[in-house]
Structures are given as C-alpha cells and as structure tokens.
C-alpha cells in the first residue's frame, strides 16, 4: 500500500502496524471444556480450526482434502456469514463442527484449544486473525499469499504452503500434526512474534511517528543563522 501511494506522488509515507490484544489471546486459556466442545466430544484427536467469515472468497472449501486426509483429526470453523448453508452441505458426515460467532475470551479460549489454525484464504491483507491465533500459541497454516507471509515464517513461527498447490496445506498440516516438538517451538514463537503486535507497540509506534513529525516541524522553524560572506 505504501508503494502504490507513493507511485502516485504522495510523500512522507509511513506504515502503521496493526495491534493484537495479547492479554486477551494468549496459550493459558487453553481449557478442557473449550477442546470438548469443539472436537464434539473426542478431545483425543487433532483438532483443526478456521476462525472468519464464511463466505466464498475465504475458500474455506479447500480445508476439505486437508480433513479427508487425516482420518483421526476433527474441523471447528467459527464465524457466520453468507456461505454457511453451502459449507454445512460440503462438510456434512465430515468431523465437522460449525460452532457460529465467538469474541472476546471466548474465542481466545478456542484459539488456545486447538492444534492448528488452518487458514486458506488468498485475499488478506494482514490478517489480524492470524495474529490472534499466534498470540494463543496455536499454530497456523496458512496460503501464502497477500500480507500472510509478513507474519508468518514458513518453519519458523508457523507453516506455508503454495496456493495453487492442491496438496500444500495437505502437506503442511501432517508436517505441523506429525512433529510434536517442532510443533510445540511454532507455539512458542509465534507467540514472540504476535508480541512484537502488540497494542502496545502499535501505540508506541505511532508515538515515534509523531515525535519525528515534531522534530522536522522545530526545525522548519528555526531561524536561519547562516553566514553570508560577500563575493
């Protein structure tokens, strides 16, 4: 975005980032309760989530083969929205749960749950969903495209997979299910990285960008001691 502003002439651009509330989102709001309820009840086997709209350009469709291909794991999406019938219809017979809107702690704790965040959409531009996610130290699979890849290190903090791969987020997925260690270090460093999103360091941010502002506005207004020596 940054770029395309100043392709079209405008100056002393900045970004602001966004914030993620990490007090809210974070690993300890893991419960029994939440995993039971979401897994309907078979909190023993992996435990896959979607948190957004449902609608079309989520392409929430292609965490189907993903479930198809780990016969033990069991789907949460949360959220509504306009393709919730058609999605119901998809998934039906499939270990599929549609738990409908949550906020606030309540979605934390379903964060928190869960053993992977599977996010397949191609048309975020951050994706403050993702960050949240992170911040409750549940690792993310997500379609590298858009602004994903600014957060999430393939290995590192998360898993990414190519969008026009059929079997990426299959891959992916067995990769982060398969390997309890790595994926306990996914936990904790995207938990560092959601930290670095904080609100906090969003304000702080902003802060810097006002004082810089100041700086240059002090200075415009210094008079000019230069001296002129004749020729």
């Given amino acids: 975005m940054v770029e395309e502003l100043a392709k079209h002439g405008i100056q002393r651009l900045a970004l602001w980032q966004r914030g993620v509330d990490i007090e809210t989102f974070q690993p300890s709001r893991a419960t029994a309760q939440m995993r039971h309820k979401l897994s309907q009840g078979h909190p023993e086997d992996p435990l896959l989530l979607y948190v957004g709209r449902l609608s079309a350009e989520k392409a929430i469709h292609e965490i189907k083969p993903v479930l198809e291909a780990i016969p033990s794991a069991r789907l949460a999406l949360v959220g509504d929205g306009p393709h919730r019938a058609d999605l119901e219809q998809l998934f039906a017979g499939d270990r599929t749960f549609f738990a409908g809107y949550m ?38 699979v997500a379609a590298a495209s858009g602004g994903i890849p600014d957060i999430v290190q393939d290995g590192v903090n998360g898993y990414l997979f190519d969008p026009k791969d059929d079997r990426g987020a299959i891959a992916a997925t067995h990769n982060l299910l398969n390997d309890p260690e790595a994926r306990e270090t996914l936990r904790r460093n995207a938990r560092t990285e959601a930290e670095r999103w904080s609100w906090s360091a969003a304000t702080q941010q902003l802060q810097q960008y006002y004082q810089g502002v100041l700086a240059q506005a002090k200075v415009s207004r210094t008079p000019s001691h230069d001296l002129l020596v004749p020729e």
């Fill in 103 to 140: 906020g606030g702690t309540t979605l934390a704790d379903a964060f928190a749950c869960a053993d992977a965040f599977v996010f397949p959409s191609r048309t975020e531009t951050l994706g403050l969903v993702l960050l949240e996610a992170m911040a409750a130290g549940c690792p993310v």
